[in-house]
Structure formats: C-alpha cells, structure tokens
C-alpha cells in the first residue's frame, strides 16, 4: 500500500465522526482520519493491521478496498494520520426492510466471514449495524476494519460497549469474545421479529438468551450461535 502526504486529501465532505476517527468524502473514495485520541504506538498498530490485510487476497472483498496510507512528516518523523479506502456501495442494515429469512441468510454470510478472518488469525469484534453493508449483488462488507486484531497485533485498540460488560465479567478478547459478540448482534438485529413474530427458542437458544442478557462468560452464548437454535415461527 502507497503512501501520500496528508496535506494532498481533498476533504469534500465529513460523513461521520467517533472517539477514533472522522471520516471525510474524498474524490474517489472515503478518508479516515485518526483523532488525537489514537497515540502514536495506535497509529503504528493499525498501519501494521492494515499493511497485514493488505497481504490477503482472498480476504479483501469481505471490506473496503485500501488505497493509501495518509502520513504527516512532524519534525521529521512520518506520523500515520489515517488512511484512504473504496466508499463501498450498499445499505446499512438497518436501512433496508429484510425479511426474516433474508435477516439469517445474512447472520450466515457474516459468519462465514468472520470464520474466513479466524483462518487467518484475525479476531473481528466490533459486530454491530454500524459497521457492516449490504451490498447490491447480496454481499456482505464490514467497515471499521482497522480494529481487528492480528497474530503480530493482538491487542485491541478500542473496545466496544457490549464487549467492555462481557471482558468485565471475565471473558478475554478472542474467538469467545467475538461469537459472543455476533450472538448480541443476532438477538439485536433479528430483534423485531423475535417479539412480534414470537421466533421460538428451543431449550439450549434459551439458556444462551438468559447467558448472552447477563453478558456470562464460558457459557453457550459464547460456544454457540443464536440463530442455530430457532425452532420455528408463530
């Protein structure tokens, strides 16, 4: 991945702000610039992450294309003040009207991906509405994707609310953590439909229920998926 000079990026249009970055519309795509919040050993981190993902091409149509690295030289040392990337085509999920047969089919894509990620060693936390499009052609992308964490950048850079109850209560970042996660995703986004549909839960999607509310490490919610236990619609 090159690398260009911050004071070059033409910031059209800031489209979002967090604790982490703000994001501008550029010509040609999305900029993603770090706050003062993400220190220097942050900034380095995620150049590594991103430099890592770089590397995997069977990986990169599960997220946004990278274009560039964005430096800033501050007393003659090359800062990374963010990064350049495609602005993907599609629809948050909570933009659309889905079907609940289309909700799981896309609860099974975003699996699929994650565990595509884990093959790899890549721990992708941070499932939430936010941060994942639904493409025209029925393909998932999931954003934010400099958060994740790598075999050389185990750590996490920033965690997530549902995630902070769940490290509280005794659980460690990892393949638990983020299954946990997708379980709080599913229950959240099949959520209309679990309560006016009335989806049952069968005997073991119960007791994950009752685990996955009080965030309850090494229990099923974080050894199985949700959605594997519906048993019918009423």
């Known amino acids: 991945m090159r ?5 070059t990026i033409n910031k059209e249009k800031l489209i979002d702000t ?4 703000k994001v501008y519309k550029i010509p040609g795509g999305i900029y993603k610039e770090f706050t003062r ?24 149509k599960y997220y946004p ?13 090359k800062i990374i003040s963010g990064y350049t990337m495609e602005n993907v085509i599609g629809y948050y999920l909570n933009e659309i009207e889905l079907t609940y047969e289309e ?28 941060n994942i499009k639904y493409t025209p052609s029925k393909d998932i992308v999931l954003l934010d994707i400099d958060s994740v964490t790598t075999p050389d950048n185990p750590h996490l850079d920033i965690i997530p609310t549902q995630l902070e109850m769940y490290l509280v209560n005794g659980g ?8 946990a996660m997708f379980n709080k995703f599913t229950n959240s986004f099949l959520e209309d439909d679990y309560y006016k549909k009335r989806i049952i839960l069968d005997k073991d999607g119960l007791m994950i229920m009752r685990a996955l509310i009080n965030s309850k490490p090494n229990s099923a919610y974080d050894h199985e998926y949700l959605y594997e236990h519906i048993k019918s619609l009423k």
């Open 18 to 21: 967090g604790s982490e970055a």
């Open 65 to 77: 294309h990278l274009y560039c690295l964005v430096v800033t030289i501050i007393n003659r040392r």
């Open 103 to 130: 909700k799981i089919v896309i609860l099974k894509l975003i699996r699929a991906i994650l565990e595509e990620f884990n093959k790899e060693g890549i721990i992708y936390h941070d499932i939430r509405l936010p």
């Open 172 to 179: 460690k970042h990892g393949i638990l953590a983020q299954r």
């Open 37 to 60: 919040a993400v220190n220097e050993d942050k900034r380095q981190g995620k150049r590594d992450k991103l430099l890592y993902l770089e590397r995997l091409e069977h990986l990169k």
């Open 3 to 7: 690398e260009i000079n911050g004071i």
